[in-house]
């Protein structure tokens, strides 16, 4: 018998790349859900910024937003349900609030909840 042998088993080896392809499963299966939940909140950050923002209607907002995420690839997320145009004492500020439901693993799910407010002008996102 060797004195001092190295590596590990093959056993071992096993059980180490079923943990690492657990978590790569894992991430594969969130990372569209934070992918669409970014370019989201990139297409409303960007329109929120615009110069004459605060003057549009929530219809206007809606219908360049829909633009947006056309061509962002952002699915998932109903204008009319998800996205709220409301007043408040600083001005009108668009809110993004949806969550998202996808099945992980047989009979388990994941939900997702993002809430987010964008002040309509040229001021920083309230997180």
């Known amino acids: 018998m060797k004195n001092g042998q190295k590596g590990i088993t093959f056993l071992s080896f096993i059980i180490v790349m079923a943990v690492i392809g657990f978590f790569a499963f894992i991430g594969m299966r969130l ?28 219809e206007e907002v809606r219908k360049e937003l829909e633009r947006r995420f056309n ?17 408040s004492p600083t001005g009108k500020q ?15 799910d994941f939900v997702a909840m993002f809430d987010k407010t964008f002040p309509l002008g040229n001021k920083p996102a309230i997180e």
């Open 31 to 58: 990372f569209p859900v934070y992918i669409t939940y970014y370019n989201a909140v990139k297409d409303i950050k960007a329109l929120s910024q615009e110069a004459g923002a605060a003057n549009r209607s929530i």
């Open 71 to 87: 061509i962002s690839y952002v699915e998932g997320i109903d204008l009319y349900k998800d996205i709220k145009l409301v007043n």
């Open 94 to 108: 668009l809110q993004l609030k949806y969550e998202m439901r996808r099945p992980l693993i047989y009979n388990l």
